[in-house]
């Protein structure tokens, strides 16, 4: 069990939906990330919170967006869904991003699947 | 450009050998670190070691080892004595650090490792 908790673990939505992937990092940690992986494109890096602040972006399509609130828990809100959109989506938390040696510990990932 | 490199889509062995995974890093960075992960599955990404770039000494976790050659630019991953458990998706990852350093990790694009009983 990394300590990194996301919900929902598996969701099956139709195209043109809105969902929102929720997640909890690891106690005491401050940076969340996410990271979309698919079999064509492999594991992409979508985007970076710091306490609360956007300290980095990845390969985010302007349908999905991203917050981490004061608590620290993050949401990934993907919308107008599209089949392509079918992936594993996963969260990542770790203490100081300034820092090389801080390990990312990823949670357990929420299986998207659009029909 | 940041890139890391695995050059193995499947490997097999053989319970209770050993096994390495390669891994190439390209990065015009000092200061990084190298990560690997284990990926079953059931789809978790696990981790399993870590690397500095200013580390002298190879990174070991249990029957998990680096073999670090930093003027090669390699980071390979030794599994001693391997189980049956260990058959799953490897990834070597890069976590670039200087004034590019956001935090991120930059991903291989796997190996898949089968262990036959």
């Known amino acids: 069990d990394s300590g990194v908790t996301q919900t929902p673990k598996h969701l099956i939505t139709a195209t043109g939906q809105r969902v929102t992937l929720r997640c909890s990092p690891r106690?005491?940690?401050?940076?969340v990330y996410w990271y979309q992986q698919s079999l064509d494109q492999g594991l992409q890096f979508l985007i970076q919170?710091?306490?609360?602040?956007?300290?980095a972006k990845g390969n985010i399509l302007e349908r999905f967006s991203a917050q981490q609130f004061p608590d620290l828990h993050s949401e990934l809100n993907l919308s107008s869904l599209e089949l392509g959109d079918s992936a594993l989506y996963f969260c990542?938390?770790?203490?100081?991003?300034?820092?090389?040696?801080?390990?990312?510990?990823f949670g357990e990932g929420s299986w998207l699947t659009v029909v | 450009a940041q890139k890391i490199t695995q050059t193995q889509p499947g490997m097999f062995v053989q319970e209770k050998e050993a096994v390495t995974l390669d891994c190439t890093y390209d990065t015009s960075d000092q200061s990084y670190g190298l990560f690997w992960y284990k990926q079953p599955s059931s789809g978790e990404m696990i981790f399993l070691i870590y690397?500095?770039?200013?580390?002298?000494q190879n990174a070991t976790e249990g029957r998990y080892s680096l073999n670090f050659q930093k003027a090669r630019k390699s980071a390979n991953l030794v599994i001693s004595a391997s189980q049956l458990g260990d058959s799953a998706m490897y990834f070597c990852a890069m976590r670039p650090g200087g004034s590019s350093n956001t935090g991120k990790l930059i991903f291989g694009q796997g190996t898949t490792l089968q262990v036959k009983p």
């Open positions: 990542a938390s770790s203490v100081d991003p300034h820092r090389t040696e801080n390990t990312i510990y």
């Open positions: 919170y710091y306490n609360g602040e956007e300290r």
């Open positions: 106690s005491g940690d401050l940076s």
């Open positions: 690397q500095g770039s200013y580390d002298e």
